[in-house]
């Protein structure tokens, strides 16, 4: 167990140097022997994996604006289904239980800030953001931050944060600060039993009341993924770049190992 754990703590850190490494899920682990396929949730935006999934199900974005679901079969993969909906070029694809513990979504966006929600299982669009909303969409994480039955989504457009809810996708506040950020995840970092928003400029806010609780002097970095990686019960923040990683401690409100 501590052998499995100390590899999953370094898969962390060594994938936060690489660019754009982003996982599916916030809270999903993918297996450490994971196939060649599912490793690529790890590395892409645009392709995820569904958590916890007997099918092994896996979605990704095309620059066509398809999404594309596939499953796997007698250890290959085939495609269930298809949509070409978003239109244009897919910035991110997302899979998590979103509203409930049976209920598997994806969530996507596309390069015109139009966002989409699609049941998994009954392979349809469930939702999507009016075209002429948002101009663009920077980041997106999905969380439950305000201890409800079903998750949030979380994303960035055009700077102002904004929090949806995952069930009736109703808007449920968006701030009136502009964050020049590329990234953004969600969870309890201080150890508070509250989950946190953390951007990647080094802002970090209250879930539930979005308010400041702590801004770094230093931008954590361009992508960012929460693990307990020191085995302490709180999660730190690995933040990847072109230039370094870094692990924050939110609770000390400092980088680890600095």
């Known amino acids: 167990m501590k052998r499995r754990w100390l590899i999953r703590a370094l ?24 196939d060649d396929i599912h ?20 979605a990704y974005g095309t620059a066509e ?6 499953q796997n079969k007698n250890d290959h993969y085939e495609e269930m289904w298809r949509s070409s909906e978003l239109v244009t070029r897919v910035k991110e694809v997302q899979i998590d239980y979103v509203v409930d513990d049976s209920t ?15 049941d998994l299982d009954r392979q349809r669009l469930m939702w999507r953001t009016h075209e002429a909303r948002f101009s663009s969409i920077e980041a997106m994480t999905l969380a439950n931050v305000d201890s409800d039955e079903q998750m949030e989504i979380i994303f960035l457009a055009s700077g102002k944060l904004y929090i949806f809810d995952g069930r ?32 990647s400029t080094g802002h970090v806010l209250d879930g539930a009341t979005r308010g400041l609780e702590w801004e770094s002097t230093q931008e ?20 990847g770049s072109e ?16």
């Open 11 to 34: 898969l962390l850190v060594i994938a936060a140097a690489i660019p754009c490494f982003v996982f599916a899920e916030e809270g999903y682990w993918p297996p450490v022997e994971a």
């Open 39 to 58: 490793v690529l949730a790890w590395r892409f935006d645009t392709f995820a994996s569904a958590p916890d999934d007997e099918l092994a199900r896996v």
């Open 65 to 70: 604006g398809k999404l594309v679901v596939l």
């Open 104 to 118: 598997l979504s994806v969530i996507a966006y596309n390069t015109r800030g139009t966002l989409f929600v699609f």
């Open 168 to 199: 009736d996708y109703v808007e449920e506040w968006s701030s009136t600060q502009i964050f020049d950020a590329k990234d953004v995840v969600a969870g309890d970092v201080d150890g508070d039993g509250q989950a946190e928003i953390v951007l």
């Open 220 to 239: 954590f970095g361009d992508c960012l993924r929460l693990a307990d990686v020191d085995g302490d019960g709180r999660l730190e923040v690995i933040a």
């Open 243 to 258: 230039k370094a990683t870094t692990i924050w401690d939110i609770d000390e409100r400092r980088q680890k190992w600095d």
